[in-house]
């Protein structure tokens, strides 16, 4: 006797191997797609939002978080130092926020854990926001909209830096930038690259880049030497993670940045001493890996790069519950 198999059923079983064919040939690989964040708390995101967006955290009233971490800029703000309170320039290049939550630990050097860790650190940064905890909590106390919702999030009486500090992260959590042309190659779309950029991602492989940028975020997971085989002459103080440690061999090491939306994020390095790409890879091949790339390897890599642009996040400006105080703060920017 014959069976026959239903016509849907041997279509759920192509679609399984066809994933299952994916998944093998992406194991292989040293770069992994982006995942969306499985599991967010709705209430936490939505207030980490307007924290995030609200320039009353800041001394001035001028500067919120996204003031250096532009969500319409790849998550920095394109200049070589980040502008603070009384336009101080800060000593060190603003780092994407997009898909930070896959680092090994936050800022440059490593100080902060995690998200939650390094939200609060701007805030009381008299070079940056310029505000204190203290300050912060009195403005957030002092707008009934805040409290209401800070009560209906966490269902605690009065406001606290964790908190402020948990809901900036998790609304951060969201800020991830999957299916850009890279992972849909990845994930079996063979047309989604060129040949000149899967020749590049080739290159990137070979030349050794991978040793470093690697992993879903392409980088943000270890921290290395900058400047391997030949020394890089900065242009910022940064010590990179030695501040950190204290200890002298970690002098001049820095987390690897992930190169996601790394054609957005421009200038790069720590010190956002260098403009262009082509620039970057260069740098990098002669400093890092004793490699002068060719031209044409050089724009095959650089092309290959701007295939990990993904998805931005999209959602809606928050509307900032409005303050009862009037009193006009000083402009930091005149």
Not at 38 to 65: H, T
Not at 114 to 121: E, I, N, S, Y
Not at 214 to 238: D, E, H, L
Request: hydrophobic share 40%; with cysteine; net charge positive.
């Amino acid at each position: 006797m014959r069976t026959r198999i239903a016509p849907l059923a041997v279509a759920c079983a192509a679609a399984l191997l066809g994933s299952v064919g994916a998944v093998v040939a992406q194991s292989s690989e040293p770069i992994q797609p982006i995942v969306p964040p499985q599991q967010v708390n709705l209430g936490l995101v939505e207030l980490g939002k307007k924290l995030y967006f609200d320039p009353r955290l800041s001394k001035s009233g001028f500067i919120s978080c996204n003031s250096c971490h532009n969500l319409s800029m790849g998550g920095t703000d394109n200049i070589a130092t980040s502008i603070g309170d009384k336009w101080q320039r800060g000593p060190i290049n603003a780092p994407t926020v997009l898909n930070s939550s896959l680092n090994v630990a936050q800022f440059w050097d490593g100080r902060a854990a995690d998200l939650k860790a390094q939200a609060g650190g701007p805030i009381a940064n008299p070079g940056e926001m310029a505000f204190s905890h203290t300050l912060a909590l009195g403005m957030l106390e002092s707008i009934p909209a805040y409290v209401r919702e800070f009560r209906q999030v966490f269902n605690k009486p009065k406001i606290d830096i964790e908190q402020v500090t948990a809901a900036i992260a998790e609304f951060e959590k969201t800020l991830v930038t999957p299916n850009s042309r890279f992972d849909q190659w990845l994930l079996g779309k063979k047309d989604a690259m060129t040949a000149d950029e899967q020749a590049g991602y080739q290159l990137f492989k070979t030349s050794g880049c991978v040793a470093c940028h690697n992993g879903p975020a392409v980088g943000g997971n270890s921290f290395q030497k900058m400047g391997i085989v030949q020394p890089y002459k900065a242009t910022s103080p940064a010590e990179g993670r030695s501040a950190v440690t204290g200890k002298e061999i970690d002098r001049f090491s820095f987390k690897v940045p992930t190169l996601r939306n790394v054609e957005l994020t421009y200038p790069y390095f720590h010190d956002g001493a260098v403009d262009t790409l082509p620039q970057a890879v260069d740098v990098m091949g002669r400093l890092q890996l004793g490699k002068t790339f060719t031209k044409e390897e050089n724009a095959r890599i650089v092309a290959f790069l701007k295939t990990l642009t993904g998805d931005q996040p999209s959602f809606m400006l928050p509307v900032l519950p409005p303050s009862g105080d009037t009193t006009p703060r000083p402009n930091p920017f005149k």
